[in-house]
C-alpha cells in the first residue's frame, strides 16, 4: 500500500507544466501572414505565394535558445497568379505536391541578435531534399500582436524544382528568395 503514495507524483508534473504554457501560446495568424517566393525567368522577376501553410511555436523572446520553431507549407498552395502557370508548379518537375505534398523547416538552433532580431537555423526540407538553412527574422510588437518579418534565399536546384528541361538555369534563374510576414498572437513581450 506504501506505494500507491508515488501516484501523486503524476500531480506535481502536471502541475509543471503550465509554467511551460506561455512559450507554446504563440500563434501563427493565416489571414494576416504571408510567406511569399521570388524567382527570375527570362531575367523578370517572378512572384508567388503559398496560401496554405501552418506553424508550431514553443517561443519565448526573453529565452530565445529554449525555442522550437517549425513550419509545414503545402506545396500544392503555391501561386504565382496564373492559373496555367500554377498548374505546372505541382507537377513532378516543379513541386511534385502530389508526391511530397508538403515543404517544412525544423529549427535547430535559435540566436538572440539584439534589437527584436533573431537567426534562426535548422533544416529545410522540401520535396526529399533536406538543407540546412539560416533564417533572419525580426519581430514587432504592437498590442498583441507579434510581427515576425525576415527573407533568406535558395538555391531551387539543391531541392530538385525544376527538372528536366528546366534546369537550364538561363530560363529560370536557381536563386530563389523566401519572404515572410508573420502575425502572431500570445507571444511574450520582447
Known amino acids: 500500500m506504501a506505494q500507491t503514495k508515488p501516484a501523486a507524483k503524476p500531480a506535481a508534473t502536471t502541475a509543471a507544466a503550465p509554467a511551460a504554457a506561455p512559450a507554446t501560446a504563440a500563434k501563427v495568424v493565416p489571414a494576416q501572414s504571408d510567406i511569399a ?10 512572384d508567388g505565394h503559398f496560401k496554405k501553410f501552418d506553424a508550431q511555436l514553443a517561443f519565448d523572446p526573453k529565452n530565445a535558445a529554449a525555442g522550437k520553431v517549425s513550419f509545414a507549407i503545402e506545396l500544392a498552395s503555391a501561386t504565382i497568379g496564373d492559373a496555367a502557370t500554377d498548374a505546372e508548379l505541382i507537377k513532378p518537375e516543379w513541386f511534385d505536391a502530389k508526391k ?8 535547430t538552433s535559435i540566436k538572440t541578435l539584439g534589437g527584436g532580431k533573431f537567426e534562426v537555423a535548422g533544416k ?7 538543407h540546412d538553412a539560416v533564417v533572419p527574422v525580426t519581430l514587432v510588437q504592437s498590442g498583441g500582436t507579434t510581427t515576425a518579418t ?41
Open 150 to 190: 525576415g527573407a533568406f534565399g535558395i538555391k531551387r536546384l539543391d531541392f530538385k524544382i525544376g527538372e528536366g528541361e528546366w534546369k537550364d538555369t538561363s530560363i529560370v534563374a536557381n536563386d530563389v528568395q523566401v519572404k515572410f510576414k508573420l502575425a502572431i498572437t500570445g507571444m511574450g513581450p520582447l
Open 37 to 46: 517566393f521570388t524567382f527570375r525567368q527570362m531575367g523578370v522577376p517572378v
Open 100 to 107: 511530397v505534398p508538403t515543404a517544412t523547416f525544423q529549427s
Open 124 to 130: 529545410l526540407l522540401i520535396k526529399g531534399q533536406a
